[in-house]
């Protein structure tokens, strides 16, 4: 299989505050992991992707300073949203990639953050 | 880049097909796939298909593709209630490993 397990699930913070979000392949390894983050009732929108060992890619528009991805290992990707305002709550999904097949992009569960 | 468009809502009666469509527009698309997403939950990878396929069946899902036409669609045999959530379709388009994903389509399966 490939399970990627996603922590936590929900969170509340209060604003100024910093929230790491951690995202872990479970029975396999990711070189390269990928956070979304989706508003209601809309699609997914690609963040980062996320390379182990290396920086990661930010795409146009996402502050690389406010998010900040660690991929320190194989199996574990973090993002850590810094100085939360109300207007990062929003649901973050990571997903990682099985290492030799195209099929193999599992995602976590998500998690609802919410910024008050 | 990368535009993928899908309706917004569907609503069928149990027991009935759905069929949800999906139009990209980049012509590199390599694999092509359909991810369906509960309330509150990640994304659960239903089925794919390669730009050189038609069409794959499998159990109660079917999708087919008109590359020429850069058009894609899933069917699904028999709705259930437990069907009812919102349907991703997503791309990978050349030499990129990044998922694009489309606007998604909320199926409303009622009794």
């Known amino acids: 299989g490939a399970v990627v397990s996603q922590h936590p699930s929900r969170v509340i913070c209060k604003s100024g505050t910093s929230v790491k979000i951690e995202c872990r392949s479970l029975d396999f390894q990711a070189t390269t992991m990928f956070w979304y983050r989706q508003f209601p009732k809309q699609s997914l929108m690609l963040m980062a992707t996320s390379n182990e060992g290396s920086k990661a890619t930010y795409e146009q528009g996402v502050e690389k300073d406010k998010f900040l991805i660690n991929h320190a290992s194989l199996t574990l990707s973090t993002l850590t949203v810094t100085s939360a305002h109300p207007e990062d709550s929003s649901f973050y999904i990571c997903s990682a990639r099985k290492q030799g097949t195209w099929y193999g992009y599992t995602f976590g569960s998500g998690t609802r953050l919410t910024v008050v | 880049g990368e535009d993928v468009e899908q309706s917004l809502f569907l609503s069928v009666r149990e027991g009935d097909s759905s069929v949800i469509n999906c139009t990209y527009t980049d012509s590199s698309s390599t694999y092509l796939y359909w991810y369906k997403q509960e309330p509150g939950a990640g994304l659960q990878l239903l089925t794919y298909i390669f730009s050189n396929m038609d069409m794959k069946q499998d159990q109660r899902l079917t999708v087919l593709l008109n590359k020429k036409d850069k058009h894609l669609s899933l069917r699904i045999a028999d709705t259930q209630t437990g069907d009812s959530a919102i349907y991703f379709c997503?791309?990978?388009?050349?030499?990129?490993?990044?998922?694009?994903f489309g606007t998604g389509t909320r199926l409303q399966v009622t009794l």
């Open positions: 997503a791309e990978i388009a050349g030499t990129a490993s990044k998922l694009t």
